[in-house]
């Protein structure tokens, strides 16, 4: 086995207000979903999110949104596709700024919370994240769910695409995400969630809500900064990895 990213969400925080501990996490983890600044995140954390990412050796991911602070990104907006392709290269280029200010780079890019959803089936707002990634820089991976809206049109543009799976979600039969207001939606057992990294990592499934195997095959999996217990998670699936033998790689 070639290995497997860990990624978490960090910089959603804004001003005095914190929702993670971006620190611990990041002492777990091989890449960072960095926050743009629309859905969370301000020029003093962006800039402290990638010095403290870039001393760890932490893969920098560029994390962008609606244009919904308020929301904090959960919620669709019918954004015009030309005005969210914008959007979304904005929001690339404030973090890549300061990636480069501490010496690292964006090294890929992941939609977040309503727009990573909405964009599975949503083919305007597919093609506005492609669009986005294609004109800012084509050779940055696009990570996203395999057979998604976003998976497709990515594919066909030529963008590199790397499969997702998440370790504190739960899976339709479909391969999509269960609502967050739904039973089953969210894995909050550490040993729970170190089964099932293990499962995805060495034989690329996961088992929907329903009880139907879905194939996934990731290239990283994901913990959510925001689930209850994250640093709990991410310290049991990293030490799960390590036990299998399974090496933690930085999303390239």
């Known amino acids: 086995m070639t290995g497997i990213a860990i990624n978490t969400d960090v910089g959603e925080g804004f001003g005095a207000w914190r929702i993670a501990d971006d620190e611990a996490l990041l002492d777990l983890v091989t890449a960072a979903n960095v926050a743009c600044g629309f859905h969370a995140g301000d020029p003093d954390i962006l800039r402290r999110t990638c010095e403290h990412a870039v001393r760890r050796g932490v893969a920098i991911g560029a994390q962008v949104s609606y244009r919904d602070l308020a929301g904090f990104g959960r919620r669709f907006l019918d954004?015009?596709?030309d005005s969210l392709v914008n959007d979304l290269i904005y929001q690339m280029g404030a973090l890549q700024a300061f990636a480069r200010l501490a010496g690292g780079r964006i090294g890929y890019v992941k939609a977040?919370?309503?727009?990573?959803?909405?964009?599975?089936?949503?083919?305007?707002?597919?093609?506005?994240?492609?669009?986005?990634?294609?004109?800012?820089?084509?050779?940055?991976?696009?990570?996203?769910?395999?057979?998604?809206?976003?998976?497709?049109?990515?594919?066909?543009?030529?963008?590199?695409?790397?499969?997702?799976?998440?370790?504190d979600r739960g899976y339709t039969a479909e391969g999509l995400l269960v609502p967050r207001?739904?039973?089953?939606?969210?894995?909050?057992?550490?040993?729970?969630?170190?089964?099932?990294?293990?499962?995805?990592?060495?034989?690329?499934?996961?088992?929907?809500v329903t009880g139907e195997d879905v194939e996934l095959s990731p290239t990283a999996l994901c913990v959510h900064s925001d689930t209850a217990g994250a640093v709990e998670l991410a310290s049991a699936v990293a030490n799960a990895l390590r036990a299998n033998d399974i090496p933690m790689i930085p999303i390239r």
């Open 79 to 81: 954004v015009p596709t």
């Open 112 to 167: 977040h919370g309503a727009l990573y959803n909405a964009a599975a089936r949503h083919e305007p707002h597919a093609a506005a994240i492609v669009r986005a990634v294609a004109s800012f820089d084509d050779s940055l991976p696009l990570l996203c769910q395999p057979g998604t809206g976003t998976w497709r049109q990515a594919g066909a543009a030529g963008l590199r695409t790397l499969a997702e799976g998440f370790i």
């Open 181 to 208: 207001d739904q039973p089953g939606a969210l894995i909050t057992d550490p040993a729970e969630a170190a089964q099932r990294a293990v499962r995805m990592a060495i034989a690329g499934k996961v088992t929907a």
